[in-house]
């Protein structure tokens, strides 16, 4: 008996008077009151209402009315800093993907394009769990994964008229940008990868190790002087190389493709990239580079460091990639990413841009997971030599 009040008391703290266990605890004093028998018997019925009491599902809070009170009342300062994008840009896209995102099941309240574009992108610009999600848009787990999938795909569906390499005069305009930018001709674009860390999958986890350690899927993407994206390619794992992460991508088969590259125009890479007329690499620093090499490896870093930018503004905008993807099924993670590319285009092209120092994000690049690249285009090494010497010296 003085055992079964002992636990009484110990649950009652525990609980912190909840009703349901008041009501419980009440329960089990009629029982040992009315039981004429001191033996074990009551206890256990004593203890398997606790125990019924403990499985008790708890409702997880949840914020009423934000998205039909708070959010119609931030200003637009305050809404950039939750959504990382002003007002009018989020009504813009959501008046491109509002008919996607409409959902007739018969018997099923559909949840409304507008707090479902809001929602995704809170997944997509915050760290945030989807519990603290759910919480605050007042949906369930599952309802608020399928939503945030859903808008990703509307987004992926826009990506081919928003993630375009650049045709008529469009050219011209880069061409200048790099050209006013670093004393570099007739560059198309700029040329990088970078990783984003998930958690470990649990297929064949140690494929997705990169040079740093963690687990990671590859995004290459080129950029025009803007630091908009011209091409962007997601979904190798970490551990691949720079060079074979390009091979497998449709770029390579860009190279040589005067449609692509007029005018005789290229990229620019790091020294992770084979040499190629249509893609120019800095000179090995070996020690021994003459002061024209120089100032073409200074001039070629002054355009290609508007990638490193546009990756820092990319994660620094959705900081979901700044942490971990926390995304299961890694065959969606590379939609996921492209989802964030259109967005940041849409936004560059709009002017809404951020401010802050991308010096501030850090990246993790693949510069010094070096393949053997040696093997280069006879071509490629000419048209390097003949700029370098056409380079209007810099100061180095």
Same mark, same amino acid.
Request: net charge neutral.
């Given at each position: 008996?003085?055992?079964?009040?002992?636990?009484?008391?110990?649950?009652i703290?525990?609980?912190?008077?909840?009703?349901?266990?008041?009501t419980a605890?009440?329960?089990?004093?009629?029982?040992?009151?009315?039981?004429?028998?001191?033996?074990s018997?009551?206890?256990?019925?004593?203890?398997?209402?606790?125990?019924?009491?403990?499985?008790v599902?708890?409702?997880?809070?949840?914020?009423?009315?934000?998205v039909?009170?708070?959010?119609?009342?931030l200003?637009?300062?305050?809404?950039?800093?939750?959504?990382?994008?002003?007002p009018?840009?989020?009504?813009?896209?959501l008046?491109?993907?509002?008919?996607?995102?409409?959902?007739?099941?018969?018997?099923?309240?559909?949840?409304?394009?507008?707090?479902?574009?809001?929602?995704?992108?809170?997944r997509?610009?915050?760290?945030?769990s989807?519990?603290?999600?759910?919480?605050?848009?007042?949906?369930?787990?599952?309802?608020?994964?399928?939503i945030?999938?859903?808008?990703v795909?509307?987004?992926?569906?826009?990506?081919?008229?928003?993630?375009k390499?650049?045709?008529?005069?469009?050219v011209?305009?880069?061409?200048?940008?790099?050209e006013?930018?670093?004393?570099?001709?007739?560059?198309?674009?700029?040329?990088?990868?970078?990783?984003?860390?998930i958690p470990?999958?649990?297929?064949?986890?140690?494929?997705?190790?990169?040079?740093?350690?963690?687990h990671?899927?590859?995004?290459?993407?080129?950029?025009?002087?803007?630091?908009?994206?011209?091409?962007?390619?997601?979904?190798?794992v970490?551990?691949?190389?720079?060079?074979?992460?390009?091979?497998?991508?449709?770029?390579?088969?860009?190279?040589?493709?005067?449609?692509?590259f007029?005018?005789?125009?290229?990229?620019?890479?790091?020294?992770?990239?084979?040499?190629?007329?249509?893609?120019?690499?800095?000179?090995?620093?070996?020690?021994?580079?003459?002061?024209?090499?120089?100032n073409? %490896?200074?001039?070629?870093? /002054?355009?290609?460091? =508007?990638?490193? #930018?546009?990756?820092g503004?990319?994660?620094? @905008?959705? *900081?979901?990639?700044?942490?971990?993807?926390?995304?299961?099924?890694?065959?969606?993670?590379?939609?996921?990413?492209l989802?964030?590319?259109?967005?940041?285009n849409?936004?560059?092209?709009r002017?809404?841009?951020?401010?802050?120092?991308?010096?501030d994000?850090?990246?993790i690049?693949?510069?010094?997971?070096?393949? %053997?690249?040696?093997a280069? /285009?006879?071509?490629? =090494?000419?048209? #390097?030599?003949?700029?370098?010497?056409?380079? @209007?010296? *810099?100061?180095?």
């Amino acid at each position: 008996m003085e055992q079964a009040m002992e636990q009484e008391e110990q649950i009652i703290t525990h609980y912190n008077n909840r009703e349901i266990l008041t009501t419980a605890v009440v329960i089990i004093r009629e029982i040992i009151d009315s039981s004429s028998d001191s033996s074990s018997e009551s206890d256990d019925e004593e203890l398997k209402i606790i125990r019924d009491c403990r499985n008790v599902r708890r409702r997880v809070p949840r914020i009423l009315n934000y998205v039909s009170h708070i959010i119609p009342n931030l200003t637009k300062e305050e809404f950039k800093a939750h959504f990382r994008m002003l007002p009018e840009t989020f009504d813009y896209i959501l008046s491109c993907i509002e008919q996607r995102l409409k959902r007739v099941i018969p018997g099923t309240p559909m949840i409304d394009p507008r707090t479902q574009f809001l929602l995704a992108l809170w997944r997509l610009a915050t760290p945030d769990s989807f519990r603290s999600i759910c919480e605050r848009f007042n949906v369930g787990r599952s309802t608020a994964l399928y939503i945030t999938r859903r808008v990703v795909k509307a987004l992926n569906e826009l990506a081919p008229v928003v993630i375009k390499w650049p045709t008529g005069d469009r050219v011209n305009e880069v061409w200048a940008g790099f050209e006013n930018a670093s004393g570099f001709s007739k560059i198309i674009g700029a040329i990088d990868g970078t990783h984003i860390n998930i958690p470990a999958p649990k297929n064949n986890p140690e494929c997705y190790i990169n040079r740093k350690g963690h687990h990671s899927i590859q995004l290459q993407a080129i950029c025009d002087h803007k630091c908009q994206f011209i091409h962007c390619y997601a979904g190798h794992v970490g551990s691949v190389h720079d060079q074979r992460v390009f091979r497998q991508s449709e770029v390579q088969h860009y190279l040589g493709d005067v449609t692509k590259f007029p005018q005789d125009s290229h990229l620019v890479g790091d020294s992770a990239y084979k040499l190629h007329e249509n893609l120019l690499v800095p000179y090995r620093d070996n020690g021994h580079l003459t002061e024209r090499q120089r100032n073409y %490896n200074f001039c070629h870093s /002054s355009a290609r460091i =508007v990638i490193e #930018r546009a990756f820092g503004l990319l994660k620094g @905008r959705f *900081r979901w990639l700044l942490t971990t993807l926390a995304i299961d099924r890694t065959d969606l993670i590379p939609m996921h990413i492209l989802s964030c590319c259109v967005l940041h285009n849409i936004c560059l092209m709009r002017g809404d841009e951020l401010n802050f120092e991308t010096n501030d994000v850090e990246l993790i690049d693949i510069a010094d997971n070096v393949e %053997n690249v040696s093997a280069v /285009s006879n071509a490629g =090494v000419a048209k #390097r030599d003949l700029i370098c010497e056409r380079l @209007r010296m *810099r100061h180095v």
